[in-house]
């Protein structure tokens, strides 16, 4: 049996920085391959490659525009994220948020670089823990 190539990252694991992708976070356990660490694959329409440190504001804001990472979901394995939080986010999402003065903050040592194809090193690090 062969492996689907939309089950493997898309991209070498290089942070935004130019260093290996570090861990975001496994407890709650993230990434689009719920392996910790902030990958993508072809079938990742969403790009989570940004890893966020979850705020309140934020996380009422993905909820109000039909994204709940607020309430668990135990079918998916999912507990539910709360303040302070670091989870893999669509980077179409953050920049979002970030328009609308609701951006959380980065780790950008776990920060994939493939999401320097939608927002500058720049904004990113005007974000940055």
């Known amino acids: 049996m062969s492996t689907s190539i939309s089950q493997k990252p898309t991209t070498k694991a290089i942070n935004v920085l130019g260093g290996p992708l570090e861990n975001c976070s ?68 953050w920049k979002e948020a970030v328009i609308a003065n609701v951006g959380p903050k980065l780790d950008l040592s776990a920060t994939n670089y493939v999401a320097l194809k939608y927002v500058s090193l720049e904004l990113l690090k005007e974000y940055a823990i």
């Open 26 to 93: 496994c407890n709650p356990i993230t990434g689009y391959l719920r392996d910790g660490f902030c990958n993508t694959t072809l079938d990742d329409y969403g790009t989570h490659v940004v890893c966020a440190i979850v705020s309140d504001e934020f996380l009422k804001y993905s909820l109000s525009k039909g994204n709940d990472l607020i309430t668990p979901k135990p079918e998916w394995d999912f507990p539910g994220l709360k303040n302070g939080d670091k989870w893999c986010l669509c980077v179409s999402r």
